[in-house]
Structure formats: structure tokens, C-alpha cells
């Protein structure tokens, strides 16, 4: 059985970092295209970053070069670690799983997710 469990959320300063991780159980995350994702309250979920089978990754251009994605294969956990956070990306964050492309950040294409972690980014 597939299980997504995403930690590390938490409360920071603008201008601060956290690290989410997503432990994975049914499935080696070596293996497969995941992602993480987010959500503020009354918006669409939207895709963050993206990390394929071999570790390319994807970034939406408002993280890049302030978030990274990549994978602890020994421990078959994902992480991201996030820098320079900004009030504005207060949100729950997902980890999903089971993409069927690679490195997309569209909800449609993940089959496996989270229940969330929450992100609070203060001024």
C-alpha cells in the first residue's frame, strides 16, 4: 500500500528557511517522479518543484534559486528545502508521487498524495 507522509512544517520569519521531508512507504522514491505542491488559503493547489527518477528537477520560476528538491535515497525520503522564504508562500504544502511525466507540475498527473504540512511565512 502507497503512503505519502510529508513533515518539517512550521512557522519562520520572512526571510527564513525550513526543510518539508515526505517519507514514502509501498514505493522507493529512486524510482519514481514526484513533486511537491501547495496551497494558500482560496487558491488552487499549484506545483512547486518536480524531481524525476534520475534527480533532474523542475522548478516554477517563483522558487527558483530559493528552493531545492532532491531525494535521500537511504532513508527513501524527499525533501525541499526552502530559502528566502516570503510571506506571500504561507501555504499547506503536499508532497505527491506516482507522476505519470516527468517532471510536470500539473495535480492531474500525480497519483499518490500527502495529507499536507503547514508552511506559516510571518512579516
Known amino acids: 500500500r502507497v503512503r505519502v507522509v510529508e513533515s518539517g512544517g512550521g512557522s519562520v520569519q520572512a526571510g527564513g528557511s525550513l526543510r518539508l521531508s515526505c517519507s514514502a512507504s509501498g514505493y522507493t522514491v529512486s524510482s519514481v517522479w514526484m513533486a511537491w505542491f501547495r496551497q494558500a488559503p482560496g487558491k488552487e493547489r499549484e506545483g512547486v518543484a518536480a524531481i524525476d527518477s534520475d534527480s533532474y528537477t523542475y522548478y516554477d520560476d517563483s522558487v527558483k534559486g530559493r528552493f531545492t528538491i532532491f531525494k535521500d535515497n537511504t532513508k527513501n525520503t524527499l525533501a525541499l528545502e526552502m530559502n528566502s522564504l516570503k510571506t506571500e508562500e504561507t501555504a499547506m504544502y503536499y508532497c505527491?508521487?506516482?507522476?505519470?511525466?516527468?517532471?510536470?507540475?500539473?495535480?492531474?498527473?500525480?497519483?499518490?498524495w500527502g495529507q499536507g504540512t503547514q508552511v506559516t511565512v510571518s512579516s
Open positions: 505527491a508521487a506516482g507522476g505519470r511525466l516527468a517532471l510536470t507540475l500539473r495535480r492531474r498527473d500525480y497519483k499518490y
